[in-house]
């Protein structure tokens, strides 16, 4: 596999349910992102990751909880979410975060809340 | 205020022209770096074209190239002899140190036959 892979590609879930957004890259980079793209919004970071240690969060809920085992992988932990959380995540790498490194993102994942 | 402001949400154009795409872009950093990416209706992005804000020339890579005006904070992309398959969502991007990427609310650009 090459490149940045996002697993499922869509997810239905309640709003009691927990799942789990996975994101792996195969590019040696450094640095991982999830972003949130909602209809008619701008693309929102929402955690980096630079040497898998989370160096940003922005202001992002605490039913959105993430996990970098290894610069290869990232997860993303949901739990009791809210039907405005649907959206496309996207998950992104880049050699590392503190440069002008270009970004590569995933497909995404389309998320539904129920 | 917006960070990025694409003011054209849906575009359309003929086969082998040229299309321009806006971007402006709110920052008081002196050192910043400015980014293309095309989304496809697949979702995935896919970067196109990058511009150092020290940068002098205008970046180019291929049938793409970025329209860098500093002093009006504008960073345009330009696409020549457009294709079908250049029909997709475009997006303009920031990054501003430390720690921040913005992206705008893209453009959706359909290529005519």
């Known amino acids: 596999e090459t490149g940045v892979t996002q697993t499922p590609r869509h997810l239905v879930m309640g709003m009691t349910n927990k799942k789990s957004l996975k994101c792996e890259q195969h590019?040696?980079?450094?640095?991982m992102y999830w972003y949130k793209q909602s209809a008619k919004k701008p693309l929102e970071l929402m955690f980096v990751y630079n040497f898998k240690e989370q160096t940003e969060n922005n202001s992002v809920p605490s039913r959105f909880s993430p996990e970098c085992p290894n610069s290869s992988h990232l997860f993303l932990h949901l739990h009791t979410l809210q039907p405005e959380d649907s959206a496309l995540y996207l998950c992104a790498s880049s050699q590392e975060w503190g440069a002008y490194n270009e970004q590569f993102f995933g497909p995404g994942t389309r998320l539904t809340v129920l | 205020a917006q960070k990025i402001t694409q003011t054209q949400p849906g575009m359309f154009v003929q086969e082998k022209e040229a299309v321009t795409l806006d971007c402006t872009y709110d920052t008081s950093d002196q050192s910043y770096g400015l980014f293309w990416y095309k989304q496809p209706s697949s979702g995935e992005m896919i970067f196109l074209i990058y511009q150092g804000s020290y940068d002098e020339q205008n970046a180019t890579e291929g049938r793409y190239s970025l329209n860098f005006q500093k002093a009006r904070k504008s960073a345009n992309l330009v696409i020549s002899a457009s294709q079908l398959g250049d029909s997709a969502m475009y997006f303009c991007a920031m990054r501003e140190r430390p720690n921040q990427f913005y992206f705008g609310t893209g453009t959706s650009l359909t290529v005519i036959p």
């Open positions: 590019l040696g980079h450094n640095a």
